[in-house]
């Protein structure tokens, strides 16, 4: 206990040190006790006590230089001083006078209480041992003859000093206890400051701040208090997953202020639809959740679905705007689909990423071959990313000819992978992955150096104008660094920019943003070639293909395969052709496999062609043999 509570105040005079509190009332205390010794200086010079006078003058000296000198640089050490300066005067004068029933005992209480207040543990243990050990001595020595201390007979100037002693202790007691009784004041008000932030905090970490719904830490705890019930007994509940369709285009074109009221307008929209049969709650940005109690079939939740989805749809009008919108929702059923939060909210989002995929504005129940897809799609994204860090991917060749000459002018650059268990992934499976997880950066890359290498090599060996084209994602475009980063490329590698083709698709040209079309712009000013893939499938902007100095458009092979048989697709053939004419660019046939085809390409005019008539794609090494067995 006691050294508990020594510790304590231990504590609470370093707190005090740093308040300004200890310097403060170990001067107050210096001040009081100063001029106590000055009267009891006074008061035996008035009895003619010189030499006992002179004593206590030489201590109030001593003990007032040498608090000063420490005071500012040491408060602990000038306190220190104070202290023991008068433990051992009151020690000196109880052996030379009354001993333990002298009143100059008195003192050792006081110094004990301030060396409490303001001293360090060590400073009170030492002084609490040296008083005891004194008092031990006077009664020992008093009571075995070796010194003997002579009761003092009781006078006014013996009760003038107990006041004295007892007027330091109140005084200085007091001005503590003022002191003390603000700081626990203080201490009071902190406390029901951090009360408050407390509440503050359990309140954000319960409920979202802008919308006033609570928040997903509430329906986890809200879903598993159902899932018990539902287990025990035989209802269900389901959750919804809801996110509003393109919400983002409203922050953009008006703001977030506007994009804020939107939220808050819906939300209380939605609260009110399903009030009575479920509760939601808020996930973050236009992202929200429903969890309906119970129901009886899923006919009924597709119902309260489609009454959220129209809520949602109503048109409303804010600062003037009239603004609409809609959502997509995906559903999964506990404990049918899943026994825990976040399985059902993982299965809730696979869902919705079903229902966004079939067009937005789709409510989507969660199957068991969806949950499958994701798994599939997951492990293989894992996969992708062990190939693209062993480098197991492998860049094939496929020659291009001019159809005039019958002469190689170049080759495709395709992607190939052959999983060691899985066997061949097609880029249709693993593009689109590549691309959802932002790793098409670093494969796109990564292909486009091995292009550049290979295509150096053909060079080497005396293929010198040989054009190496190399397909490229949407994506890689929105990065501002591109173009530079290409052009770094050619330059470690010493290609001229000439030699390199890249293919971008419509799409491109259709939704480009400013970033795109800067790197378009630059990749054509440098001097790269840049061709239009799969031309004829989407909705080519033909005036941008003549704006960006585009220099070659591929038709796709699906019409380039069915022209000798079907009408409407030579006749897209040659439509596309004859664009590329008029616009003064080349065209290129995909897919060619038969010579009848080229026949019907040369009549039409088409520039050059490649298809598995001549070869299909080729590794490496593969591709530099069909180089030189092929005869121009």
């Not at 691309?435 to 796109?444: D, H, P, T, Y």
Request: hydrophobic residues 45%; proline residues 2%; aromatic residues 10%.
């Amino acid at each position: 206990m006691t050294t508990i509570s020594l510790k304590f105040f231990d504590n609470l005079s370093n707190s005090l040190i740093a308040t300004g509190f200890y310097r403060e009332k170990s001067f107050q205390v210096f001040l009081v006790s100063q001029l106590a010794l000055l009267i009891a200086f006074i008061i035996e010079l008035t009895n003619a006590s010189y030499g006992l006078a002179a004593s206590i003058f030489l201590v109030f000296l001593t003990i007032g230089v040498s608090f000063l000198y420490f005071y500012k640089t040491h408060p602990k050490t000038a306190t220190g001083i104070l202290l023991f300066g008068h433990t051992c005067l009151a020690t000196v004068l109880m052996w030379l006078y009354g001993g333990l029933r002298d009143e100059v005992i008195f003192v050792y209480p006081m110094v004990l209480i301030f060396a409490t207040l303001l001293g360090s543990t060590t400073v009170v243990s030492m002084l609490f041992a040296f008083i005891s050990l004194v008092v031990f001595a006077n009664g020992y020595a008093n009571q075995f003859g070796i010194y003997t201390n002579y009761a003092p007979q009781i006078t006014l100037q013996s009760a003038a000093v107990i006041n004295l002693i007892l007027l330091v202790i109140f005084v200085c007691s007091y001005f503590a206890a003022q002191n003390i009784k603000e700081l626990i004041n203080k201490l009071v008000k902190e406390n029901e400051k951090v009360e408050k932030s407390k509440r503050e905090i359990q309140k954000l970490v319960h409920q979202d701040a802008l919308t006033g719904l609570p928040n997903r830490v509430v329906a986890e705890s809200r879903f598993e208090q159902l899932i018990v019930a539902a287990k025990n007994e035989p209802t269900s509940l389901a959750l919804l997953f809801i996110d509003l369709d393109d919400f983002k285009n409203i922050n953009d074109t008006l703001g977030h202020h506007v994009g804020d009221k939107f939220l808050k307008i819906i939300s209380t929209r939605m609260a009110a639809n399903i009030a009575g049969i479920g509760s939601i709650y808020r996930l973050g940005g236009d992202e929200f959740i429903i969890i309906v109690d119970s129901f009886s079939s899923t006919k009924e939740i597709k119902n309260i679905a489609e009454g959220v989805s129209k809520a949602v749809s109503e048109p409303l009008t804010i600062n003037d705007c009239h603004l609409s919108a809609c959502c997509s929702i995906g559903i999964t059923v506990a404990p049918d689909d899943a026994e825990d939060f976040d399985s059902a909210l993982k299965y809730a989002d696979i869902a919705l990423y079903e229902a966004k995929s079939a067009g937005r504005n789709q409510i989507c129940l969660i199957t068991d071959k969806m949950i499958e897809k994701t798994e599939t799609e997951f492990m293989l994204l894992e996969e992708l990313r062990k190939a693209l860090r062993d480098e197991s991917f492998k860049v094939h060749f496929q020659p291009k000819f001019d159809l005039k000459t019958n002469k190689i002018i170049g080759a495709e650059a395709l992607l190939r992978w052959w999983h060691p268990t899985l066997g061949q992934i097609t880029p249709n499976q693993f593009i689109p992955l590549a691309e959802k997880s932002g790793l098409i950066k670093e494969l796109g890359f990564w292909v486009l150096e091995q292009s550049i290498k290979e295509c150096v090599y053909w060079h080497k060996r005396g293929y010198k104008d040989l054009i190496i084209a190399v397909n490229l994602s949407p994506i890689q475009f929105n990065s501002p660094d591109f173009t530079k980063s290409v052009l770094q490329l050619l330059g470690r590698h010493g290609l001229a920019e000439s030699y390199l083709e890249l293919e971008i698709t419509e799409n491109v040209l259709i939704e480009q943003n400013d970033v795109q079309k800067s790197n378009i712009n630059m990749l054509a000013m440098a001097g790269i070639k840049l061709a239009i893939d799969d031309f004829g499938k989407g909705y080519s902007n033909l005036a941008y293909i003549k704006k960006l100095n585009i220099d070659s458009i591929k038709i796709d092979y699906e019409f380039v395969k069915g022209m000798t048989s079907n009408e409407d697709d030579m006749a897209i053939v040659t439509a596309i052709i004859d664009i590329a004419k008029r616009l003064g660019i080349k065209s290129v046939a995909e897919g060619v496999e038969a010579e009848e085809t080229v026949g019907l390409l040369k009549e039409l005019g088409c520039n050059s062609a490649q298809g598995f008539l001549w070869s299909h794609a080729l590794e490496s090494a593969a591709f530099n043999t069909f180089l030189d067995e092929y005869k121009f």
